[in-house]
């Protein structure tokens, strides 16, 4: 028994005519992340990775961490491409913030000033520097996305901050606020020119 | 069944078989294609072409969900979200590694043709001599001049950017206006050829990305996006959709059939001929035959030794092409993932604009001329010169407002490349089916076992050194070599497993792609190669492809096929 797609076929083939397309496609769009119910993380958390991320990269003159929504993007990450540990080690990095701000602030992370914050996240990116020095090759450093996946940074050795900022700044330049405002992004350059002045302020691109 | 009678069967749709299919029907036959995967069309299925990283759930990256069902594509860039869907699922198309070998396919119409990285070079004259100068292996059967007419043939059609260069360890072609170095690239260039007396040079890369449009392939010229794995809208970049499939389909006298397995040839032992293929229908479970007078077997190196493998296995038990002993032998890849980069210097007040699918190369120098060394044959680099974006180092920078204002400027200027080496045909680097092992349509899977030899790691050491030294000497800053580990197959240039040759005993296919024990069967994808030579393959897949076409229509049309 020829089901409809196989008579079709009979029929195309049968007249000569050529069968291109169909209902199933090559390219596919990739599934969406696991909605934030499905994940250890709550609305409350969303808010407070947020907030971190604005601290390492704020809103100027252009959008910062918060606009460029860091939080959900460091859930669906930490949820989906996560190993179990690094998950683990990075749910307990959320706790160890908290704490910190507590014991060095004496409030709530969410309860600081903006200034605060960044007082807070500026003294954990030095202790992680720190931590991490002699661990990490600097000059190999990159959270770019085509060697991010290699950087072993989520996991120990390395400092429990360090996640959070590579995740901050990966998801910022990937979002379309810090690509395209913060960044200059132009999606049809049409031509390429190897030999354009450069003055100091210029934008970089967001795509290479 | 009448209807399933056809002049030619090519079957697969990348490279190679779209250049069959565009040729066969161009000399007047009826062309059955047959594709194992899904269809594509041309422009309205890339559907992911005008997306970002911010349009993509995780930003581009590869989950774990898509890990776990991918575990060989994970090993490399091709799991990712962009490409989600387009290269062959692990899990569906199982093989077995004896040892670790990346076989990254795509089951679709167009093939690799949509995947490919689309630099284009040509074999030189001593690629085709070295293995009888080398004692190595068998000589090929034919000679740079051979196909030379045929390069020039299909890099006019396919329309390769690039440069004129007079070089003999990289013979020029018919070219577009190349795709230019940058402002650094030049400067370097200038500096390793005045450093090596002429002996080295950085060149553009050759690429087949339209840099003049083609109106009546209705080809627009590249617009500098660099997304063409994801299928151009534009049709800048030669693939089986934006440029063979249309000039066939353009003659009546094709037919695509997609979703169809080829399961094996239909040998006739009586005529010593193949009379058609056996097919399975991936939609309906069924098994077809189709009968023609010609096949072009173009599945893709590995796929069509596994056809040829699984045919004639009534008088031959290790398949149609086994009796030279060297069917499924010499598999080959290209070697990579060795190289140098460093900083340039100065230049702050350049920068590019325009994303280049491609940046410089260069040729091979290595064993030519005066040039001598502990190991035989060579390999080319392929690098760019840019400068740093946000994802370079910051740690100094700390958090907050400085970090921000910083990595929004772009960072100095960098500069890095890779060689590619030549991997020797090698007897015991080798494919074979597995009998036991069947995938979900009840066929046998093939057992890869293959590695890289004492020629290819002593030469990896040159490839480092000689990447660090060039840069070195070409005034680069803090050069750095490196040799992250190679897996064979990771160059996606599987070669080898049915060469060709001047005697049936050694060799599956003779000087025109012909089994030597089925005539009218024609191998002309990456299976054919006699040796790999050390530059990107497929142009050499396409005049190969169109030499044979061409040879097989005029022994049609005298009756000796």
Not at chain 1, 173 to 194: H, I, M, N, Q
Not at chain 2, 495 to 518: C, E, F, I, Y
């Amino acid at each position: 028994m020829m089901n409809r797609r196989e008579l079709l076929r009979a029929i195309c083939i049968a007249s000569g005519a050529s069968l291109i397309g169909g209902e199933v496609l090559a390219f596919q769009s990739a599934p969406p992340a696991t909605a934030i119910e499905d994940t250890p993380f709550s609305a409350g958390d969303q808010t407070f990775l947020d907030e971190v991320g604005e601290a390492i990269i704020p809103a100027t003159e252009t959008p910062g961490a918060r606009d460029a929504a860091v939080g959900a993007f460091m859930i669906a990450i930490v949820s989906d491409c996560y190993s179990p540990e690094e998950r683990s080690r990075f749910l307990a990095g959320m706790g160890e913030i908290r704490r910190r701000a507590r014991v060095e602030k004496g409030q709530d992370f969410m309860q600081l000033s903006t200034a605060g914050r960044g007082a807070l996240i500026a003294m954990l990116d030095a202790e992680a520097r720190d931590h991490n020095a002699g661990l990490i090759d600097y000059s190999q450093e990159s959270i770019g996305p085509g060697r991010w996946q290699g950087l072993p940074a989520p996991s120990e050795p390395w400092h429990y901050f360090t996640p959070f900022k590579q995740l901050t700044l990966l998801g910022f330049f990937t979002s379309k606020a810090g690509a395209t405002e913060a960044l200059r992004y132009v999606a049809v350059p049409g031509r390429y020119d190897g030999d354009v002045p450069y003055q100091k302020g210029d934008r970089a691109w967001a795509t290479s | 069944m009448a209807k399933n009678e056809y002049d030619a069967i090519v079957i697969g749709s990348g490279i190679s078989g779209g250049w069959a299919a565009k040729e066969l029907t161009e000399k007047g036959l009826k062309v059955l294609m047959l594709e194992r995967g899904k269809p594509v069309e041309h422009v309205k299925d890339y559907i992911n072409a005008n997306k970002e990283a911010w349009d993509h759930p995780h930003r581009g990256m590869a989950t774990n969900a898509m890990k776990a069902q991918n575990p060989v594509l994970a090993r490399d860039w091709p799991l990712n979200e962009a490409q989600y869907g387009i290269w062959a699922n692990d899990s569906e198309s199982p093989y077995i590694e004896r040892k670790p070998f990346n076989w990254f396919r795509s089951h679709n119409v167009g093939g690799r043709s949509l995947l490919w990285g689309r630099q284009s070079y040509r074999l030189n004259r001593r690629d085709f001599t070295a293995n009888a100068e080398d004692g190595i292996a068998i000589d090929w059967p034919i000679r740079y001049e051979d196909l030379a007419p045929w390069y020039e043939y299909v890099e006019t059609f396919a329309g390769i950017a690039g440069s004129v260069e007079g070089l003999d360890s990289l013979p020029d072609g018919a070219y577009l206006p190349p795709m230019p170095l940058n402002v650094v690239e030049r400067d370097v260039a200038d500096r390793v050829r005045k450093a090596f007396n002429g002996q080295r040079r950085l060149i553009p890369s050759r690429v087949a990305n339209l840099t003049e449009g083609r109106p009546e392939q209705g080809r627009a010229p590249c617009q500098l996006r660099n997304k063409c794995g994801l299928g151009c809208p534009f049709g800048a970049y030669f693939s089986t959709q934006s440029a063979t499939l249309p000039a066939a389909m353009k003659t009546g006298r094709l037919t695509v059939r997609p979703w169809s397995i080829v399961t094996r040839l239909l040998y006739d032992r009586d005529r010593k001929r193949v009379r058609g293929v056996e097919v399975l229908d991936a939609e309906s479970n069924l098994t077809y035959e189709f009968s023609s007078r010609v096949v072009f077997l173009n599945a893709s190196t590995l796929n069509s030794t596994w056809v040829l493998m699984n045919s004639a296995t009534e008088v031959w038990e290790g398949g149609l092409g086994s009796s030279s002993g060297e069917l499924g032998h010499n598999l080959m890849d290209h070697h990579f993932h060795v190289g140098a980069n460093g900083e340039v210097e100065g230049y702050l007040d350049k920068y590019t604009y325009g994303r280049r699918p491609c940046g410089f190369y260069i040729p091979r120098f290595a064993n030519w001329g005066e040039d001598r060394r502990d190991f035989v044959r060579g390999y080319g680099y392929q690098g760019d010169a840019a400068r740093d974006g946000w994802g370079r180092s910051v740690a100094e920078l700390g958090v907050g407002v400085g970090l921000k204002a910083a990595l929004t400027e772009p960072g100095q200027w960098r500069i890095g490349m890779t060689g590619f080496g030549e991997t020797l045909p090698d007897h015991h680097n080798h494919i074979k089916l597995e009998r036991g092992e069947l995938d979900k349509w009840g066929l046998p899977v093939l057992a890869i076992d293959a590695q890289l030899g004492d020629n290819e790691l002593r030469m990896r050491k040159a490839m480092r050194a000689d990447a660090e030294e060039i840069l070195d000497r070409a005034g680069v800053a803090n050069v750095r070599g490196f040799d992250d580990e190679f897996t064979l197959g990771a160059a996606i240039h599987e070669m080898g497993t049915a060469r060709m040759g001047r005697d049936p005993k050694s060799s599956v296919l003779n000087g025109h792609n012909q089994v030597w024990d089925a005539p009218n069967v024609f191998v002309t994808d990456g299976a054919c190669m006699t040796s790999g030579g050390c530059v990107n393959p497929s142009l050499t897949y396409m005049a190969l492809t169109a030499r044979a076409a061409d040879y097989a229509v005029a022994q049609l049309k005298r009756g000796d096929l």
